[in-house]
């Protein structure tokens, strides 16, 4: 059964600052990784999808890597924004349909 | 693109009663929705895997006979919590799997609906 570790589990800096978010998981062998975004009460917003046959995807500020098989990934997020304060989850997408969520990454940008 | 609905956002029901949640592709079809769940402070867990004509994949621990899905076309999927139970109260989150382009198997997630049972 796949298990999804996010560390750091929570997270608050000064805006500006560029940060490390990383997920590890247990099954190496996985289809792809998404990376998501959860504001409060609200549903997830898809950030970043990682083929298992790529080492890295980006988008905007948003950069992440996949280390299949150490069973890592981190999302790096370049001069954050007070908007990008939010839970940030990773899901692996192993052999069934449906993905593996982490507890996420709880994120607060400071003004 | 690539938007994905639920309908409603949130419901507060008394135990023991049915509630209906409806999980729409907006703008495209999908063979496979699937239904997830979360509690307060705690991950998500995938509840089932619904295939667009053919009966759900539940994952273990979760009764087939008290959530049932429904995916009669390729744009909709239903899930009932029956006879409701105050345990039942959580975030129900549903995602569509987009099939087409170089977003293959990548997963877009409603905005969740909030189910309160008193």
């Known amino acids: 059964k796949q298990e999804v570790t996010q560390i750091p589990a929570a997270l608050s800096v000064p805006e500006g600052e560029n940060l490390v978010l990383n997920c590890s998981f247990t099954d190496s062998a996985i289809y792809n990784l998404q990376w998501f975004r959860q504001d409060p009460g609200k549903g997830l917003t898809s950030l970043l999808l990682i083929q298992s046959s790529q080492r890295e995807q980006t988008s905007g500020r948003l950069n992440a890597s996949l280390d299949k098989s150490s069973g890592r990934s981190t999302l790096y997020i370049a001069a954050s924004q007070p908007g990008d304060s939010a839970t940030y989850l990773c899901a692996p997408r192993g052999g069934a349909d449906g993905l593996t969520f982490g507890k996420g990454t709880h994120l607060i940008i400071q003004p | ?118």
């Not at chain 2, 938007?3 to 703008?27: A, N």
């Not at chain 2, 995938?46 to 539940?58: H, R, V």
């Not at chain 2, 979760?62 to 006879?83: C, G, P, Q, R, Y």
């Open chain 2, 1 to 118: 693109g690539a938007v994905v609905s639920q309908h409603p956002s949130w419901v507060i029901c008394k135990s023991g009663t049915s509630v209906k949640i409806e999980c729409r592709s907006l703008d495209f079809q999908a063979t496979t929705m699937f239904w997830y769940r979360q509690f307060p402070k705690k991950s998500l867990m995938l509840m089932a895997t619904s295939n667009e004509g053919s009966k759900a994949t539940y994952e273990q621990g979760v009764e087939k006979d008290k959530f049932l899905i429904n995916h009669a076309s390729l744009t909709l999927s239903t899930l009932t919590v029956t006879s409701a139970h105050p345990e039942d109260s959580s975030f129900y989150i549903c995602s569509a799997r987009l099939l087409a382009g170089s977003s293959y198997n990548e997963q877009f997630f409603g905005p969740g609906t909030r189910l309160t049972v008193l």
